[in-house]
């Protein structure tokens, strides 16, 4: 209800961005074009950063104008741009327009090498992102604050009807009074229970039962209709829907029917067949593909650059120890689902036999096996532990989908047999080669401690936190933080 905007805002919304991409995209050629101008104010001295570019021409660029502009127009609506902004803050509407930029920026990359687009410079695309995203963002706190203070003045605001009374109704009201830039107005309550009319619920007037609202749409101005009841209730309230219906009235439908402490709901639909669908993973379809993408990509490019590497370490295992190059064990994926995990063999052959003597010198709580100085490991399995090498072969686990870059590291069986309830949860994402356990000590950290930080990184799943987690993977690898 609160996110929604008519159709034609939103076109009317997008069309206005297009027109500052394009304002964008002029004066960031201008800053190409001269760049050498402002070069010549020593504001970098003695440092030649950009080249400069003779046969820079609007006309070629404009080609460039036609394919970015709708990229840019796409990638927003994809980042929530064009949901209301009745009830976002202005750093929610800044964080879409970076996510916008840098998609649009991996779109128009991969489109000028498939397309040959050779004229259009790195230099000039990066000018060009920064702009454009320094002008939508002015945009965006322009209309934030001008759209809310008017509201505060009482002007754009909708008139709502709301049927309920309870704990769940007077929570909303609540909210909307401490929220007065919103915009909403609640006229009045209605409820199906007569002895409740005539008392007030946080200040608003309880107006009538269900059976009075087609007199109350009729002599009132009332945009929608929110129903806040219980799920008992939700047969009561199916004639009062088709009221709204037939009085083209909008309708909604408050969702937080059960006390889910983690899940969140999202409407979903199978062939028109709409269905409320709770997850306590992440939904955001288009991020997770281009998390895949990432992977797929990120994982062929290190199968290939790093080939050398793999033939070095496989030739000296095999010369420093009998038995296969690779270990293979089962591990526990996505939902539940087996695969085969590949790594460089770091132990001796025959070592998972001598597991159950060395059970009462596991370090680590819980069903994982964790120990220093394992007399299982090899002197090369020591070192390819210490510089992580022995993951690598993982990049085909990741390529297969089977795996991704960032995730859950993925347990055995017999470990998730252990699990509790709560614990197989993490069990509801893509188990990753780096994760939130592998920058935070590793080894170091308890198995209850471990479950909470990968619970936490699928609470909290966004693109830029696996970035982050990238980034600090980084000095872990190279200096061996917790490996072991």
Known sequence: ?????????????????????????????????????????????????????????????????????????????????????????????????????????????????????????????AIFLSVSSIFLAAEKAV????????????????????????????????????????????????????????????????????????????????DEVIFIVPRSKLGVIESSLLICETEGVKATIAVDLFELKIARARQTDIDGLPLLTFESTAAEGWALFIKRAFDMIASGAGLVLLSPIFLAVALIIRITSPGEVLYRQKRIGLNGRSFTLYKFRSMYKGSHERLAELAERNEMKGPVFKMRNDPRVTPFGKFLRK???????????????????????????????????????????????TCLWQISGRGGIGFGEWMNLDLEYISHWSLWLDLKILVRTVP??????GAY
């Not at 034609?8 to 964008?24: G, P, T």
């Open 1 to 125: 209800m609160l996110r929604e905007k008519d159709r034609v805002v939103r076109q009317a919304m997008m069309i206005f961005d297009a027109s500052i991409v394009s304002l964008a995209f002029l004066v960031s050629f201008f800053l190409r074009k001269n760049f050498h101008d402002f070069y010549k104010l020593n504001i970098f001295p003695a440092i030649e950063v950009v080249q400069r570019d003779p046969a820079l021409s609007l006309n070629d660029y404009l080609v460039a104008l036609f394919i970015v502009v709708p990229v840019w127009c796409l990638a927003l609506h994809w980042a929530g741009m064009y949901r209301s902004l009745r009830t976002k803050k202005i750093y929610e509407a800044v964080g879409a327009i970076v996510k916008a930029a840098l998609l649009t920026g991996l779109v128009f990359a991969a489109l000028t090498f498939i397309l040959k687009i050779e004229f259009v410079s790195r230099a000039f695309m």
């Open 143 to 222: 209309i934030f604050y001008v759209s809310h203070y008017m509201r505060t003045q009482g002007y754009n605001y909708r008139k709502l009807l709301m049927v309920g009374t309870g704990n769940r109704a007077a929570l909303f009201i609540s909210k909307i009074k401490r929220h007065p830039e919103w915009g909403l107005r609640i006229r009045g309550i209605i409820d199906y229970e007569a002895a409740h009319e005539g008392r007030e619920v946080e200040g608003v007037k309880v107006i009538g039962t269900l059976k009075d609202l087609p007199d109350i749409l009729h002599n009132q101005p009332i």
């Open 387 to 433: 510089a992580s090498m022995d993951e690598l072969p993982q990049l085909f686990n990741v390529f297969m989908g089977q795996m991704s870059i960032v995730g859950p590291r993925p347990p055995i069986a017999e470990e998730v047999a252990k699990y509790e309830p709560w614990q197989r949860r993490r069990l509801s994402m893509r188990p990753g080669i």
């Open 476 to 481: 872990v690898v190279i200096f061996g933080i």
